[in-house]
């Protein structure tokens, strides 16, 4: 497996990417693409964890990468600058497509906590916001699908905590509320959370889902009954206290590729 690290242009960003060598022997030598774009609550990026989450999609044939992306101690208020971030680096694999053996119609962003916040805006903004900034044509951005974990979808719906934090993020919170901007643009969606997030409340995953219900875009939802916020895989292996090995709510991961599976 070969390792990359790409810096972004025009940003600090850098996308870490895992890619797997072409099997000759297969009947599929491109392979779909995974980008994680982990949680940290805009303040650090946890990359252990990010990297667990990409190596278990590796570990299921997705050339698979991680995001590390704009962040408050490089810019406030932080705007939209993340999305842009993922707007690069959808556009960074299209780009390399053939060399990093990626079959181009199928780059799925999959977001974690306020990761899910930048995913659901980028679902959102992709073909409009994202495609004007960069000046790039939307079908270079497109996702063709979007995962969401436990995801911040809207910062008036009980994440960031306080008056102050929000400030950092930006002076225009309706900008920044996911559910209030999906549209026809936007791609079938997976996204799970557990019902008693005690950090994000799952009124964030449920109004996204609504949204989406509304706009006639297909998709998954799965509330799970108990487990605390950042799970990752929900595992022994991702577990950052007791209660965060879930054997019930792992199976997410399964649930998912079954969805992507189904989608291509």
Same mark, same amino acid.
């Given at each position: ?13 850098? %996308?870490?990417?895992? %890619? ?9 030598? $491109? ?42 101690? #490089? ?27 990626? #079959? ?30 960069? $000046?790039?044509?939307?079908?270079? %951005?497109?996702? $063709? ?17 306080? #008056? ?32 008693? #997030? ?5 009124? $964030? ?25 950042? %799970? ?33």
């Amino acid at each position: 497996m070969q390792v990359i690290k790409q810096k972004l242009t025009a940003t600090c960003a850098q %996308l870490t990417g895992y %890619l797997h060598q072409p099997d000759t022997n297969a009947h599929q030598t $491109n392979l779909p693409a995974i980008i994680i774009v982990p949680g940290g609550s805009y303040t650090h990026i946890p990359v252990a964890q990010a990297e667990s989450l990409a190596m278990a999609f590796a570990g299921h044939g997705y050339q698979a990468f991680y995001l590390e992306y704009t962040l408050l101690t #490089d810019q406030q208020p932080l705007g939209l600058a993340p999305v842009l971030d993922l707007g690069r680096a959808v556009n960074l694999l299209r780009q390399h497509a053939a060399e990093w053996h990626i #079959d181009p119609q199928q780059i799925t962003p999959a977001g974690f906590s306020v990761g899910g916040h930048i995913v659901a805006l980028y679902n959102d903004y992709w073909a409009t916001r994202v495609a004007t900034e960069l $000046n790039v044509t939307p079908a270079m %951005l497109k996702p $063709n699908n979007v995962v969401l974990g436990y995801p911040v979808i809207s910062p008036l719906l009980g994440f960031p905590k306080d #008056d102050a934090t929000l400030a950092t993020w930006t002076p225009t919170p309706n900008e920044l509320a996911a559910d209030q901007h999906v549209n026809s643009d936007n791609q079938p969606t997976f996204i799970w959370t557990t019902a008693d #997030d005690p950090i994000v409340p799952a009124t $964030n995953t449920l109004a996204y889902a609504t949204a989406l219900a509304t706009a006639k875009i297909p998709y998954e939802l799965h509330v799970f009954k108990h487990g605390p916020h950042g %799970l990752a895989l929900a595992n022994a292996q991702t577990a950052w206290k007791p209660d965060a090995n879930q054997p019930h709510v792992a199976h997410w991961l399964t649930l998912a590729l079954e969805w992507l599976a189904d989608n291509r």
